[in-house]
Antibody, heavy 121, light 109 residues
Framework: QVQFLQSGAEVKRPGASVKVSCKAS????????VQWVRQAPGQGLEWMGV????????NYAQKFQGRVTLTTDTTTTTAYLELTSLRFDDTAVFYC??????????????WGQGTLVTVSS | SYMLTQPPSVSVAPGQTANIACGGK??????VHWYQQRPGQAPVLVVY???DRPSGIPDRFSGSNSGDTATLTIGRVEAGDEADYYC????????????FGTGTKVTVL
């Protein structure tokens, strides 16, 4: 069965960086984009960016341009989200999810359990 | 960028029907998906491509899409349906192509 296992909660200082991992299993990793979605406390879902594991091409939401880097390791079927220059308002739960490479209008059918990143001094 | 607007909250009595609207310009020309998010949990897909249901989702969940409004309908509402619901679509002409609605909190009275 399709599963995403994300890394554990993190506490970071303002200005620091965080790297969240998302281990995928149960499907052909290179047939699906990996998407990342942010949810601040009490807020809605916010799309951050997408990566094609086949060639590493990315597309980032303008809001996060310059601070976010998405990568994948096809040998371990793991996706990574790195966010730099953390601010207090980056405190959020980060989710990974997938989308068929041949179906960008398709839904996000499986999600990771989420990783809470707390930015605190 | 393209925006999707949902009512912040909908209240419904058990056994009744909840309708959750998702407004966007010409949304009827796009494929809309709906997610349920219970407190402390990851989102779960409940309706895709306007009106289809993934396996395991009860047929109490249905959807429609026309004009400038897509709608998620929950029939015979149960206490377990209390959650946040988000619509989502792909907008090809936007620099922010994957768009989520603002979310609706469904409260079962």
């Amino acid at each position: 069965q399709v599963q995403f296992l994300q890394s554990g909660a993190e506490v970071k200082r303002p200005g620091a960086s965080v790297k969240v991992s998302c281990k995928a299993s149960g499907y052909t990793f290179t047939n699906y984009f990996v998407q990342w979605v942010r949810q601040a406390p009490g807020q809605g879902l916010e799309w951050m960016g997408v990566i094609n594991p086949t060639d590493g091409t990315t597309n980032y939401a303008q809001k996060f341009q310059g601070r976010v880097t998405l990568t994948t390791d096809t040998t371990t079927t793991t996706a990574y989200l790195e966010l730099t220059s953390l601010r207090f308002d980056d405190t959020a739960v980060f989710y990974c999810t997938r989308l068929p490479i041949r179906g960008v209008t398709d839904p996000f059918d499986y999600w990771g359990q989420g990783t809470l990143v707390t930015v605190s001094s | 960028s393209y925006m999707l607007t949902q009512p912040p909250s909908v209240s419904v009595a058990p056994g009744q029907t909840a309708n959750i609207a998702c407004g966007g310009k010409n949304i009827g020309t796009k494929s809309v998906h709906w997610y349920q998010q219970r407190p402390g949990q990851a989102p779960v897909l409940v309706v895709y491509d306007d009106s289809d249901r993934p396996s395991g989702i009860p047929d109490r969940f249905s959807g429609s899409n026309s004009g400038d409004t897509a709608t998620l309908t929950i029939g015979r509402v149960e206490a377990g349906d209390e959650a946040d619901y988000y619509c989502q679509l792909w907008e090809s002409e936007s620099d922010h192509p994957f768009v989520f609605g603002t979310g609706t909190k469904v409260t079962v009275l």
